[in-house]
């Protein structure tokens, strides 16, 4: 087959993964967009490349900021599995705004989320949040920063629905996306070892990445398929 042949039918077939797996999991009805949901799978591909040995977890973790922090905006998938793993609240950085988030920020001391692709650490600690998991940002510009800013997975005890019925919202944390106690340690060992992890924002918010280039996302679905 012809190299732009090739290339036609496996961006065809990239295509029709990424719809057939948004629909299978009833993301839509849970009120992720296809187009996040598609931008993760871009950057998923990008960053498990083909033909490398890889002992990271076939683990896409989406965070659509884009949503108020009174919904669950935080989805864990096996892309091999064609699964969700789990479907749950998320912080968001203080400094970012109330229940939507608006402003992000690469900075140290900025209490400001950071928007793009990141990888999991492979081992996890024990810290002042308890279990917690360290985030290595792969957007120059964006947040590769995360490890200088202790931007880490972990625990808090105002990520809970009751917190939202006493205040509308969410309670925020400096920066990191903390997760509701009972669901951390479980979220925490299914992405831990270098899966990928994509924090989309809203719209109107600048945001371009290298993980987002399709023709090399195609070329690493082919490898794989």
């Not at 992720?32 to 040995?53: C, E, I, T, W």
């Not at 492979?122 to 931007?151: C, F, Q, W």
Request: hydrophobic share 40%; aromatic share 10%; with cysteine.
């Amino acid at each position: 087959m012809p190299p732009a042949a090739r290339r036609a039918y496996f961006q065809t077939a990239f295509e029709q993964q990424a719809a057939q797996l948004y629909a299978k999991l009833g993301l839509g009805a849970a009120g992720l967009s296809l187009d996040v949901f598609r931008k993760g799978l871009v950057g998923y591909y990008n960053l498990r490349p083909a033909g490398r040995r890889t002992a990271a977890p076939p683990v896409l973790t989406l965070i659509d900021f884009s949503r108020p922090s009174s919904l669950k905006r935080m989805w864990v998938i096996n892309v091999e599995q064609g699964k969700v793993l789990f479907h749950t609240l998320v912080a968001h950085g203080k400094a970012s705004g109330a229940n939507v988030p608006m402003a992000f920020s690469n900075k140290n001391g900025s209490e400001m989320s950071s928007l793009g692709f990141y990888r999991t650490a492979a081992t996890t600690y024990i810290g002042k949040h308890g279990l917690s998991l360290r985030l290595v940002g792969m957007d120059p510009g964006y947040n590769t920063n995360a490890e200088s800013r202790a931007v880490v997975v972990h625990g808090a005890d105002y990520v809970c629905q009751d917190f939202v019925q006493a205040h509308g919202r969410l309670g925020r944390s400096q920066g990191c996306p903390a997760l509701p106690l009972a669901e951390t340690t479980a979220i925490v060992k299914a992405i831990k070892g270098g899966s990928v992890l994509f924090l989309h924002g809203p719209a109107g918010v600048k945001y371009s990445s290298q993980w987002l280039n399709m023709d090399t996302a195609v070329s690493s679905f082919a490898g794989m398929h």
